[in-house]
C-alpha cells in the first residue's frame, strides 16, 4: 500500500529531515520526493510504501498531523487510491 504526503509552510530548516525521521520510526520507505520553494513558502509531495512492519494507517497519519501542528505546517496523508480517485476525469 502506498500513500501521498503534502507538505505547506512557511520554509524553514529541517522540514524534510523531520517528515522523513517520522516516515523512518513508523517504518514507511520513501519512494519519491519533490519539493519546492515559492518565494518564501515550502512545498513538498512524498510518496512512500507502507510495509508488513508499519504502524497503522490512521495513526501514521495522525502523528503526520501532529508534527505539522507542532511546526506549523500543513501536512496531509492521503492513501493512493483515494489520491488516484479524486484525480482522474
Do not use: W, Y
Amino acid at each position: 500500500m502506498r500513500a501521498v504526503i503534502s507538505v505547506i509552510g512557511k520554509d524553514m530548516v529541517g522540514i524534510l529531515a523531520a517528515v522523513s525521521a517520522e516516515c523512518a520510526a513508523s517504518k514507511m520507505n520513501i519512494t519519491d520526493v519533490t519539493q519546492s520553494i515559492l518565494q518564501d513558502m515550502f512545498v513538498m509531495i512524498m510518496m512512500v510504501e507502507f510495509t508488513q512492519d508499519s504502524i497503522p494507517f490512521a495513526e501514521f497519519s495522525a502523528r503526520l498531523t501532529q508534527l505539522g501542528a507542532e511546526k506549523g505546517l500543513d501536512i496531509h496523508v492521503m492513501h493512493e487510491d483515494i489520491f488516484n480517485s479524486m484525480h482522474r476525469i
